[in-house]
């Protein structure tokens, strides 16, 4: 069993940056590849983001490409993402995800059904 908390949401103004820390429980966290996901009012949850268990591979959604980046610190059982220039349309719950070393992940890192842990969310609002 995983727990993953998020931390690192806020209030920030357009064209500002945040950090977002994930912070995983359990011996087997760098077996584990993570993602990022988020959610806006009324809308499903879309990936974000999602980086192998040894970083190895990395992958994006078009709509952050070049402002947000993935990393991970096995030794603090953490995965972070660091976004810049923020834009209004970041607004959204962002939820940390984990799922067991499977080569399945590699095609599938995008969908939610990929991941067997989810995060609480942590709010971040982006002010035009």
């Known amino acids: 069993q995983v727990q993953l908390v998020e931390s690192g949401g806020g209030l920030v103004q357009a064209g500002g940056s945040l950090r977002l820390s994930c912070a995983a429980s359990g011996r087997t966290f760098s077996s584990y590849a993570m993602g990022w996901f988020r959610q806006a009012p009324g809308k499903e949850r879309n990936f974000v983001s999602g980086?192998?268990?040894?970083?190895?591979?990395?992958y994006y959604a078009d709509s952050v490409k070049g402002r947000f980046t993935i990393s991970r610190v096995n030794a603090k059982n953490t995965v972070y993402l660091q976004m810049n220039s923020l834009k209004p349309e970041d607004t959204a719950v962002y939820y940390c995800a984990a799922t067991a070393p499977r080569a399945s992940w590699y095609t599938n890192y995008a969908d939610n059904a990929g991941y067997d842990y989810w995060g609480q969310g942590t709010q971040v609002t982006v002010s035009s």
């Open positions: 980086i192998s268990w040894s970083a190895g591979r990395i």
